[in-house]
């Protein structure tokens, strides 16, 4: 049974650090990956996507890295701004999304 | 761009009681899903479609039944609710690609 672990499971940092939050997954017989964002009370908007064939995906200040055969993907966050701060959940597609906990990410002033 | 629209967004019910939450996209997408999203849980899949008339159970379907027949409603239905039924439930919508555009969601209380 695939099963998604992201770690921390929360993260306090002062603006403008780069900052790396984790994705595990147990199966490595995945179809992509996705990074979403949820805003307290609100849904999920996806960031960024994965194909199992790539091993990056960038979109402005964010970068997702993939690595299939150690079951792991990083979402790298640069110059953080207090914007930033949300709850941020990877989601691997093995037929159906199998969601990670999230990140409970804060960027102070 | 409406996107997904969920309805309502606040729902309480005593416990034994009915209701459906409703879905509804305007993307022309095939596959819809409803999640529900507990603490330390991470989200759940409870149901799914990948068109009109096709509807498959996900990893936690027992209390709930779905149907569509249109390729633009999703409705999910709670028979007889239960206080495990208390959360906050999602429905998304994707094309082919996979990439999941959610609804704002429905918090639901049982009491």
């Known amino acids: 049974k695939q099963e998604v672990t992201q770690i921390p499971a929360a993260l306090s940092v002062p603006e403008g650090e780069n900052l790396v939050l984790n994705c595990s997954f147990t199966?490595?017989?995945?179809?992509?990956l996705q990074w979403f964002r949820q805003d307290p009370g609100k849904g999920l908007t996806s960031l960024l996507l994965i194909q199992s064939s790539q091993r990056e995906q960038t979109s402005g200040r964010l970068n997702a890295s993939l690595d299939k055969s150690s079951g792991r993907s990083t979402l790298y966050i640069a110059a953080s701004q207090p914007g930033d701060s949300a709850t941020y959940l990877c989601?691997?597609?093995?037929?159906?999304?199998?969601f990670g906990t999230g990140t409970r990410l804060q960027v102070f002033p | 761009n409406a996107g997904v629209t969920q309805t309502p967004k606040f729902q309480v019910l005593k416990t034994g009681q009915s209701m459906t939450l409703q879905c509804a996209q305007d993307m022309n997408h095939e596959y819809m899903s409803w999640y529900r999203q507990d603490p330390g849980m991470g989200l759940r899949l409870i149901h799914y479609?990948?068109?009109?008339?096709?509807?498959d159970q996900g990893e936690v379907p027992n209390g709930y039944n779905v149907s569509r027949s249109t390729t633009e409603d999703f409705p999910l239905r709670l028979l007889s609710a239960a206080p495990s039924q208390t959360s906050v439930y999602f429905c998304?919508?994707?094309?082919?690609?996979?990439?999941?555009?959610f609804g704002a969601g429905s918090r639901l209380t049982v009491l």
């Open positions: 199966d490595s017989a995945i179809y992509n």
């Open positions: 989601a691997v597609d093995t037929d159906k999304l199998i």
């Open positions: 998304a919508a994707s094309s082919g690609a996979n990439v999941l555009t």
């Open positions: 479609s990948v068109g009109a008339g096709i509807t």
